[in-house]
C-alpha cells in the first residue's frame, strides 16, 4: 500500500424526509443563499418547493439559478459566479445530478478568486479555499455529493475538463432516494454504468499489487449495483433499490475504495470526457462504449486483473487469464446493453471524421494529468474496439 | 434501508514515516498534551521516542500516563482525568491499541464533565462535548482510531460496558503499519478475530432485507482479513499485509457498513464483554470462543444469512441452509484455531461455574443496550455451543 491521507468531512443525511433539513443545514453556513439547479429535474419531482420552503423558513435569501445542462459549461460557471458575487452570497446549494453539484464545487471555489476559474483546470492552479456548498443529489452516479472531484466542459474550446482538491468537499449532502423515482430508466442505467467505471478505474489502474482490500470491497460493490440497477428498472419506485444504488454512488468514489492505491490514472474517463466534449453525449452513455473497450485493449497486455474480476464477479472460467479477461469485458457490454445503453460508437452515432478529434482531446487531457501511454494511436486502436 | 447520518470526520494520515507528524498535527488542538500509553507496546517497538521527539519540536508540553492495560480499567481512566485536569491539559493523544484508545475516548468527555465518568456507560447519560483526541494506533483489531465507541471495565463491579457518541470520533488518526510488526502471533490473530465480529455483527443483525451493497462489502473486507491475516502470522515484516489489516480495521467499524442498517444489536460482543469482565480475556480471544457458538446457535432459527454468507465466502452449498449455515460456524470456527486463538470456554478455562455470573452480565449489558431476547438462559445455550 502506499501512504495516504483520508479525511472525506462531508456529512450525508440520507433518507426520507430528509431534504425538509436544508434550511437548518444551510444557515449554519450563511443566510445569502445560491440555490443551484437544472433543467426540470427539481420541479418535475417537487422537490422545489420543499426546499424552497425549508430555507425561507431558515431564514435564507435565496438568489436562483437554473437551467444547468449536462456536461456543465463553464459558461454558466461563470455567470453564478457573477451572480454569487453580486448578491454577496455565502452559501451554494446545489439541487441535481452530477452537473448542478460540480457546477455548485466550481462556483464554490471560483467566487473567491480573482483569476479566471478554468485556470484550476487547463493548468492545475491550486485551489486554496472555496465557500460553503451543500448538495442534494437527484440521480445514482457521479457521487459528487461525496467527493472532491468536478468535471467541467469549457464550451467555448470544446474541452472537458476534471479537477479535484480537498476544498471541493460539499458541507453537507442531503439524499432521498424517492427523488430518483422519476429518473428515466436511459438515466437510471447511465447512473449505474458511471458507478461502475468510477470502481473500475480504481480497480484496474493502480500500480499497487497487493490490493486485495480494495478489491474485495469493489468487487462487492459492483454486484450490488448491478442487482439493484435491475431492480429498480423493473420498479422504478423501489426504494430499497433505489437507496442502495444512491449509497452506492456516494461511496464508489468517496475515497474508501482508492485509499492507499496511489495515483489512480482515469483513462475511460479522459477518453469519455473527450468524445463528450465533442457530441455532449451523456456521460454514462459514452462510458458504457468505452469501458468494455478499454477493458477489450486492456486484455492485451495486462488480462491479469480484469481476469481476476471476471472470475470473482461471474464465475467467468477461460482458458486462460486473457480468455476470461475478455469475458468479463464482453460480459460488461452486454449488461450494458441489456439495461438500455448504447455500447457502440455507432449507437452514439459518432461520425468516423470525428475520432482523431477525440484522440487529440484526450492525449491533451492525459498530458494534463500526467498520464503516459496514452498517444491518439492508441486511443484510436481502443475507439476501434467500440465500433 | 433506513434513514440515517453518516458523518466520520476522523483525518487519517497512513503510512511509514507518519507518526513523525503527531507534534504538528497535536499543536494544532493545543499546547498542553496528556499523552497515554500502554504497557510496554509504545516503547518496545521503538515509537516511544519518535513521539515525544515530534511532540517536544512542535512546542507541545507532555503529561505522560502509562501502564493502561487490555480491557482497560475505570480506575485508571479516573486517574487519567486527574492528571489531565491537574495539569491544564487541552488535547489528549492515545499510543496504543483499543484499550489506549478508548481510555484516551472516556477521558476525552470525562474531563468536561463534573459528574463520574460512569455515569455515560451505566445509563447513558448524553455526551455533550470532548476534548480533541489524537490516535495512534498500534494494532489491527479495535478500528477505534476510526469509530465513535469505546469500552471501559468498570473494576470495582466487574461490569465492561460499551458507548458511542459523535463527540468521540479522534480529530486525527496516525497509522503507520509498522508499529504492528513487532505484535505476537496471538495479538495479530486475536486482532483479526475482533475485526471479523465487527463485520459480522453488522452483516447478521440488522432487520433491513435489502442490504446487498452492506453485505457484499463486508463479505470482501472478511476475505481480504482472512487472507492478509495469514500473509501477516507467517511473515510479521509483510508490510503489504498489514497495511491491509490496519486499513480493514479502520473501516470495519467506521460506520460505510452499517449505514442504512438501523439499529444494529452487538450481542456476541455483549457475551464476549461478559466473559472478560469476570475473566480479563484478550477480548479477540473471548470472541474467537462465541462468535462461532453464536453463530450455531442462530442456525436453529435463522439460518438463512449465514448461509448466504457461506455461499458467497466460501462456496459452501450444504443440503440446506441450516446446513450451510452450520458448515459456516464450523468453517470460522477451524479457521480461528488455525491462526492460534482459543475456540472453546475449555481453551479459555471457564469455570463452569462461572457461566450464569457470565449470562447475567450479559442480560444486564442487553437491557441497558435495549437488545431483547437475551434472558440468561439463552446465553448459556449459546455458551454450550462453545464447549
Redesign the interface.
Known amino acids: ?18 431534504l425538509e433539513k436544508i434550511g437548518g443545514e444551510t444557515i449554519q453556513y450563511g443566510k445569502k443563499v445560491l440555490l443551484l439547479y437544472g433543467q426540470n429535474s427539481a420541479k418535475n419531482n417537487g422537490i422545489y418547493s420543499t426546499i424552497i420552503q425549508s430555507l425561507e423558513n431558515a431564514g435564507c435569501d435565496i438568489t436562483e439559478f437554473s437551467g444547468i445542462t449536462p456536461n456543465p459549461k463553464l459558461s454558466m460557471v461563470k455567470d453564478a459566479i457573477e451572480l454569487f458575487r453580486k448578491n454577496h452570497c455565502e452559501v451554494i446549494c446545489a439541487v441535481g445530478g452530477g452537473s448542478v453539484i460540480d457546477t455548485g464545487k466550481a462556483v464554490s471555489c471560483g467566487a473567491v478568486v480573482k483569476h479566471d476559474v478554468w485556470q484550476f483546470f487547463a493548468t492545475k492552479k491550486s485551489i486554496k479555499s472555496s465557500m460553503p456548498l451543500v448538495c442534494i443529489p437527484t440521480l445514482a452516479g457521479s457521487g459528487s455529493e461525496n467527493n472532491h472531484g468536478m468535471v467541467i466542459t469549457n464550451d467555448s474550446k470544446s474541452l472537458k475538463f476534471g479537477y479535484g482538491s480537498r476544498y471541493l468537499y460539499p458541507k453537507v449532502s442531503l439524499i432521498n ?1 424517492e427523488t430518483t423515482f422519476t429518473a428515466s430508466s436511459f438515466q437510471t442505467a447511465c447512473g449505474c454504468v458511471d458507478i461502475i467505471s468510477h470502481l473500475l478505474e480504481v480497480y484496474c489502474n493502480s500500480a499497487v ?2 490490493a ?2 480494495q ?7 459492483i ?3 448491478m ?2 440497477c435491475e431492480a429498480a428498472l423493473a420498479n422504478p419506485e423501489n ?3 433505489r ?2 444504488l444512491m ?2 454512488s456516494s ?1 464508489a468514489l468517496g475515497g ?1 475504495t482508492s ?2 492505491l496511489g495515483r489512480i490514472g482515469f483513462p475511460m474517463h479522459l477518453i469519455e470526457h473527450s468524445i463528450s466534449a465533442v457530441y455532449d453525449t451523456a456521460h454514462g452513455a459514452g462510458l458504457a462504449v468505452v469501458l468494455p473497450a478499454w477493458l477489450l485493449h486492456e486484455t492485451s497486455t495486462h488480462p491479469d486483473r480484469i481476469a481476476q474480476l471476471g472470475r470473482n464477479l461471474f464465475q467467468l472460467n477461460g482458458a486462460n487469464s486473457k480468455t476470461t479477461a475478455q469475458q468479463t469485458a464482453i460480459r460488461f457490454r452486454n449488461w450494458f446493453r441489456d439495461i438500455g445503453c448504447p455500447v457502440t460508437l455507432s449507437d452514439l452515432q459518432i461520425d468516423e471524421n470525428d475520432l482523431q478529434k477525440i484522440a487529440t482531446h484526450t492525449e491533451h487531457l492525459a498530458k494534463i494529468w500526467r498520464l503516459r501511454d496514452y498517444p491518439p494511436d492508441r486511443v484510436l486502436k481502443i475507439l476501434e474496439l467500440g465500433r
Do not use: D
Open positions: 500500500m502506499k501512504n495516504f491521507v483520508y479525511h472525506n468531512p462531508t456529512k450525508i443525511l440520507f433518507g426520507t424526509n430528509t432516494p499489487k497487493n486485495s482490500l478489491q474485495r470491497i469493489i468487487e462487492g460493490v454486484l450490488a449495483v442487482e439493484n426504494y430499497s433499490a437507496a442502495q449509497w452506492a461511496l474508501i485509499s492507499g
